[in-house]
């Protein structure tokens, strides 16, 4: 695609939003209220379009984000808050700003660097601290995941893998012997939360991405117990264990050999 169209393309949309924002009974009602929920909504779609590894509804979920940023841009000039012009500006000019190995005469030598360079200039910005710019309403098992990234970058990291697992070792014996000893259940639930921060910190260092890596485990999780559903031959009410485990180790072998 030339500059020429992808300008047009563009320009087509943000028509079509002011359009839609001046004649649409729906969409002149929204506020920033009302559509944050469903940008939330829509970055999960794009999110599940990824871990599907599905490109055309990965262009589709791009097209309603895109939307959704238009949107709140228009309702913001509205407001006589800023402009989409100012929106671009200011994000051009934060990654030239964040950037100086591309746009300066700072040298890098690996992405960690990288990282590391962007924290420092973000505090250099005027942020509060390392950790401000993790948001407060992520998913608490990204914002762990987000938290250890982040104070990695000032050196509170653990120097080798063992010793990240080690600490989760640690953790699981802490949990329980809490159980054992019959300890309160708000201290059991420290201890439990311990052990899931303790390995989404080793699965980092494996460079894995625990939410992905869960919600693949969710995924097959439905596939096998969806099987058992099919072929169960009564009510699975009316079911043992034992025959939904046999009917739980079919689906593991057909799914395997389907991939899934």
């Known amino acids: 695609m030339t500059k020429e169209a992808l300008s047009d393309g563009f320009l087509s949309l943000v028509k079509i939003m002011d359009e839609l924002r001046e004649q649409c009974p729906w969409d002149k009602k929204q506020t920033f209220q009302s559509l944050s929920l469903l940008t939330i909504e829509e970055t999960y779609e794009l999110t599940d379009a990824i871990l599907s590894n599905n490109p055309e509804a990965i262009k589709e979920e791009l097209g309603d984000v895109l939307l959704h940023i238009l949107f709140y841009a228009r309702m913001a ?3 006589q808050w800023f402009t989409l012009e100012e929106v671009m500006s200011t994000i051009s000019k934060k990654l030239i700003h964040r950037h100086p190995h591309i746009y300066g005469d700072v040298k890098v030598v690996d992405e960690e660097e990288v990282k590391r360079n962007w924290e420092q200039l973000k505090l250099k910005e005027g942020k509060k601290g390392l ?26 990291e653990w120097d080798h893998i063992d010793q990240v697992w080690a600490k989760v070792e640690e953790e699981i014996a802490e949990l329980k012997s809490n159980i054992d000893q019959g300890r309160p259940q708000d201290e059991i639930e420290d201890e ?16 894995i991405d625990p939410e992905a890596a869960l919600e693949k485990v969710n995924r097959k999780f439905i596939s ?22 046999a009917l739980w180790n079919e689906a593991k072998r057909v799914k395997k050999e389907d991939n899934l």
């Open 77 to 79: 000039k509205e407001q």
């Open 224 to 245: 096998r117990f969806e099987y058992i559903e099919a072929k169960a031959s009564k009510p699975l009410n009316d079911m043992s264990l034992e025959e939904m485990d």
């Open 131 to 156: 950790l401000s710019g993790v948001p407060k309403s992520l998913p608490a098992m990204v914002k762990s995941y987000r938290l250890q990234e982040k104070t990695k970058q000032v050196g509170f």
């Open 192 to 207: 439990f939360g311990d052990v899931i921060f303790s390995l989404i910190n080793y699965g980092r260092f494996l460079k």
